[in-house]
C-alpha cells in the first residue's frame, strides 16, 4: 500500500526558506510522479509543482517560480519541494500526492498534508 509523509514545515519569516519532504512507502518511487499541491485558508487547493519518474518538472502555479524548485532521491524513496523566499500567501497546507509515471496522470495517493505559515 502506497504511502506519502510530508515533513519539514513550520513558521517562518518573510524572506526565509524550508525544504518540504515527501516520504514515499509501498512501492518503488522510481515509476511514480510525485506532485506538491497546497491549500490556503479558505481557498482551493492548487497545484505547486511536479517531478516526473523521469525527474522532469511542472510547474503549475506561475506564483512560485524562481522561488520554488522541486528533486528526487530515489535511493532515499523522498522527494522534496525547496521554498526560497517565502511570502505570507505561500501560507498553506501542503501535500503530496504520487501519480504513476507523468505528473499528468491520476494523483491516486496523497500525503495528510504539513502546515507552512510565513509570518513575522
Known amino acids: 500500500q502506497l504511502q506519502l509523509v510530508e515533513s519539514g514545515g513550520g513558521l517562518v519569516q518573510p524572506g526565509g526558506s524550508l525544504r518540504l519532504s515527501c516520504a514515499f512507502s509501498g512501492d518503488i518511487l522510481d515509476y511514480y510522479a510525485i506532485g506538491w499541491f497546497r491549500q490556503a485558508p479558505g481557498k482551493e487547493r492548487e497545484g505547486v509543482l511536479c517531478?516526473?519518474?523521469?525527474?522532469?518538472?511542472?510547474n503549475y502555479a506561475d506564483s512560485v517560480k524562481g522561488r520554488f524548485t522541486i528533486s528526487r532521491d530515489n535511493a532515499k524513496n523522498t522527494v522534496y519541494l525547496q521554498m526560497n523566499s517565502l511570502k505570507p500567501e505561500d501560507t498553506a497546507v501542503y501535500y503530496c500526492?504520487?501519480?504513476?509515471?507523468?505528473?499528468?496522470?491520476?494523483?491516486?495517493?496523497w500525503g495528510q498534508g504539513i502546515q507552512v505559515t510565513v509570518s513575522s
Open positions: 517531478i516526473s519518474s523521469s525527474g522532469g518538472s511542472t
Open positions: 500526492a504520487a501519480a504513476f509515471d507523468y505528473c499528468s496522470g491520476y494523483m491516486s495517493v
